[in-house]
C-alpha cells in the first residue's frame, strides 16, 4: 500500500475509533461487567487493526471487526484468569450475543446503561463524572486530569479504583428503576454537560475532536429524554447545550478570530437549533421545578433573542443569574453575573460582585481575570486593567483567545 493508502486507513482507523469506542465498551463491558476488561480488549482490537487494515484493506463493516477482535481478546483474557470452569456460562453466552450482533451487523447501543452504572452511590460521587467520560466517551485520563485540575497519574489511579469497584461490587449494568433515577439523574447530567463544556472548549470552532464530543453530549441527552420525558432538568440541559451549538458558525472570524458573543453575528446562529431549545424550556419550565441546568438555558434563551430584537435584556439576564448564584454558586457561575451586573448597571457594580468572590479561588481561573480587565479598563484603570490583562493572557489556552485579549489590553 502506498504511504497516502496508509495513511488513509489511519485516518479512518482514528474515525471508527472516535466514533465507535463508547458504544462499543458499553456493550462489551454490559456482558462481562468489567469495564476494564472491555476497554483493554477494545485497546487490543485497535492495536491489531493497525497493524492488518494497512496490509488487508479497511474492512466492510469496521465496527464488526472491532467487536469480533475484542470479542476473541476478552474470551482469552477470561481463560488467562484461571477462572474459565465459572466463567463457561459467561463465555457462551458472550460468544453467542456478540456473534448474533456481528452478523446482523447491528448490536444495541448500551451508552446509557453505562452512564448510570458509573453514577452508581457505591463509587465515589468525585468520580462519577471523570469515568463516563472516560468509558462512555472515550477521553484519556490526561485530558480529564486537565479538566479537574489533578496529574494525569492521579486521576489514572483513580479511575482504575472506580472500574474495579463496578467489577468487584457487582453493579448491575441496566438503567435503574424509576423510583432510583432522580438520585443518580444529577450525576449523569453532570457528566453529559461536562463532556459538552469539554468539546465547546476544545472546539476552537474548527476542531472535529471537539466538534464530536459536543454532538456526543447532545445525542445522550436527547436519548436520556426519551428515557425521563417529565424530568425538566433533563429538558433544561438539552435546551442549554441547544443554544450553545447554535452559535458555532459565529464563534470564529476569518482565520480563526476569535468572536466573543456580544460580538457574534446573530445572523450566523441556527435558527433551527435555538427553536428546538424554546420548546425544551417551554415544556421544562411548565414542570414547576427549577434546576440549574433551566436557568443557564434562559440565560441563553435571552442572548438567542437578541437574533430578533437586535437587543440583550441584560436585567433579565442578571435576574436570572441571581436565582441561579443562589441555588448553584459555583465560580463561573459568580463570575457570570457579575458581568451581567455590570452590563446592567455599571462596571462598578459588575466590579463590586467579583470583589465579593475568595480571591484564593480565582487566582487560576481565567474568565475572572478577563471580565476583571474589562470592567477595570472600562472604569479607565489603566494600569490595574492592564495587570489583569497579563493574567487572563497567561491563562489563556486557545491562541485565538490569547490573541483576541491582547488587542484589548492595547
Same mark, same amino acid.
Given at each position: 500500500?502506498?504511504?497516502?493508502?496508509?495513511?488513509?486507513?489511519?485516518?479512518?482507523?482514528?474515525?471508527?475509533?472516535?466514533?465507535?469506542?463508547?458504544?462499543?465498551?458499553?456493550?462489551?463491558?454490559?456482558?462481562?461487567?468489567?469495564?476494564?476488561?472491555?476497554?483493554?480488549?477494545?485497546?487490543?482490537?485497535?492495536?491489531?487493526?493497525?497493524?492488518?487494515?494497512?496490509?488487508?484493506?479497511?474492512?466492510?463493516?469496521?465496527?464488526?471487526?472491532?467487536?469480533?477482535?475484542?470479542?476473541?481478546?476478552?474470551?482469552?483474557? &477470561?481463560?488467562? %484468569?484461571?477462572?474459565?470452569?465459572?466463567? +463457561?456460562?459467561?463465555? $457462551? !453466552?458472550?460468544?453467542?450475543?456478540?456473534? =448474533? @450482533?456481528?452478523?446482523?451487523?447491528?448490536?444495541?447501543?448500551?451508552?446509557?446503561?453505562?452512564?448510570?452504572?458509573?453514577?452508581?452511590?457505591?463509587?465515589?460521587?468525585?468520580?462519577?463524572?471523570?469515568?463516563?467520560?472516560?468509558?462512555?466517551?472515550?477521553?484519556?485520563?490526561?485530558?480529564?486530569?486537565?479538566?479537574?485540575?489533578?496529574?494525569?497519574?492521579?486521576?489514572?489511579?483513580?479511575?482504575?479504583?472506580?472500574?474495579?469497584?463496578?467489577?468487584?461490587?457487582?453493579?448491575?449494568?441496566?438503567?435503574?428503576?424509576?423510583?432510583?433515577?432522580?438520585?443518580?439523574?444529577?450525576?449523569?447530567?453532570?457528566?453529559?454537560?461536562?463532556?459538552?463544556?469539554?468539546?465547546?472548549?476544545?472546539?476552537?470552532?474548527?476542531?472535529?475532536?471537539?466538534?464530536?464530543?459536543?454532538?456526543?453530549?447532545?445525542?445522550?441527552?436527547? &436519548?436520556?429524554? %426519551?428515557?425521563?420525558?417529565?424530568?425538566? +432538568?433533563?429538558?433544561? $440541559? !438539552?435546551?442549554?447545550?441547544?443554544?450553545? =451549538? @447554535?452559535?458555532?458558525?459565529?464563534?470564529?472570524?476569518?482565520?480563526?478570530?476569535?468572536?466573543?458573543?456580544?460580538?457574534?453575528?446573530?445572523?450566523?446562529?441556527?435558527?433551527?437549533?435555538?427553536?428546538?431549545?424554546?420548546?425544551?424550556?417551554?415544556?421544562?419550565?411548565?414542570?414547576?421545578?427549577?434546576?440549574?441546568?433551566?436557568?443557564?438555558?434562559?440565560?441563553?434563551?435571552?442572548?438567542?433573542?437578541?437574533?430578533?430584537?437586535?437587543?440583550?435584556?441584560?436585567?433579565?439576564?442578571?435576574?436570572?443569574?441571581?436565582?441561579?448564584?443562589?441555588?448553584?454558586?459555583?465560580?463561573?457561575?459568580?463570575?457570570?453575573?457579575?458581568?451581567?451586573?455590570?452590563?446592567?448597571?455599571?462596571?462598578?457594580?459588575?466590579?463590586?460582585?467579583?470583589?465579593?468572590?475568595?480571591?484564593?479561588?480565582?487566582?487560576?481561573?481565567?474568565?475572572?481575570?478577563?471580565?476583571?480587565?474589562?470592567?477595570?479598563?472600562?472604569?479607565?484603570?489603566?494600569?490595574?486593567?492592564?495587570?489583569?490583562?497579563?493574567?487572563?493572557?497567561?491563562?489563556?489556552?486557545?491562541?485565538?483567545?490569547?490573541?483576541?485579549?491582547?488587542?484589548?489590553?492595547?
Amino acid at each position: 500500500m502506498s504511504e497516502s493508502g496508509h495513511e488513509s486507513t489511519h485516518r479512518t482507523i482514528e474515525r471508527v475509533a472516535r466514533e465507535s469506542y463508547g458504544r462499543l465498551v458499553a456493550y462489551l463491558s454490559s456482558h462481562t461487567r468489567d469495564v476494564a476488561s472491555a476497554e483493554d480488549a477494545l485497546s487490543n482490537a485497535l492495536v491489531k487493526a493497525l497493524t492488518t487494515w494497512p496490509r488487508d484493506g479497511v474492512p466492510q463493516n469496521p465496527e464488526a471487526w472491532l467487536l469480533t477482535s475484542a470479542r476473541h481478546s476478552l474470551i482469552d483474557l &477470561v481463560r488467562h %484468569q484461571q477462572v474459565a470452569v465459572a466463567s +463457561e456460562p459467561t463465555l $457462551l !453466552l458472550l460468544r453467542e450475543e456478540l456473534e =448474533e @450482533a456481528i452478523l446482523s451487523a447491528e448490536f444495541p447501543d448500551e451508552r446509557l446503561k453505562l452512564l448510570f452504572v458509573c453514577a452508581h452511590p457505591a463509587i465515589d460521587p468525585a468520580m462519577h463524572t471523570p469515568l463516563m467520560l472516560q468509558t462512555v466517551l472515550g477521553l484519556d485520563a490526561a485530558r480529564i486530569a486537565h479538566a479537574f485540575l489533578v496529574s494525569p497519574k492521579t486521576m489514572g489511579q483513580r479511575l482504575v479504583r472506580a472500574k474495579t469497584k463496578i467489577r468487584d461490587a457487582g453493579i448491575q449494568f441496566e438503567v435503574p428503576q424509576e423510583r432510583e433515577l432522580p438520585q443518580r439523574l444529577d450525576a449523569v447530567l453532570e457528566a453529559i454537560y461536562a463532556a459538552f463544556g469539554i468539546g465547546w472548549d476544545d472546539m476552537a470552532g474548527v476542531d472535529q475532536r471537539g466538534r464530536d464530543l459536543a454532538e456526543e453530549a447532545i445525542w445522550l441527552a436527547r &436519548v436520556l429524554l %426519551q428515557l425521563m420525558p417529565r424530568e425538566a +432538568e433533563v429538558r433544561g $440541559l !438539552l435546551a442549554l447545550m441547544l443554544y450553545c =451549538e @447554535a452559535r458555532r458558525a459565529a464563534r470564529r472570524g476569518p482565520e480563526g478570530r476569535y468572536v466573543p458573543l456580544s460580538e457574534q453575528n446573530p445572523r450566523q446562529w441556527s435558527l433551527l437549533f435555538i427553536e428546538e431549545a424554546e420548546r425544551h424550556l417551554a415544556e421544562a419550565s411548565s414542570r414547576g421545578k427549577t434546576g440549574r441546568f433551566q436557568l443557564e438555558a434562559a440565560i441563553q434563551s435571552v442572548h438567542a433573542e437578541r437574533a430578533r430584537s437586535g437587543k440583550t435584556e441584560w436585567v433579565a439576564i442578571m435576574l436570572f443569574y441571581e436565582h441561579l448564584v443562589r441555588i448553584s454558586p459555583a465560580l463561573g457561575t459568580q463570575t457570570g453575573y457579575a458581568a451581567a451586573v455590570a452590563e446592567a448597571k455599571g462596571p462598578e457594580a459588575g466590579l463590586a460582585v467579583l470583589d465579593t468572590i475568595d480571591p484564593e479561588s480565582v487566582s487560576g481561573y481565567q474568565p475572572y481575570w478577563a471580565v476583571r480587565a474589562h470592567l477595570l479598563q472600562q472604569l479607565g484603570k489603566t494600569s490595574e486593567a492592564a495587570d489583569a490583562f497579563d493574567r487572563a493572557i497567561g491563562l489563556a489556552e486557545d491562541p485565538a483567545v490569547r490573541q483576541f485579549l491582547l488587542q484589548k489590553r492595547g
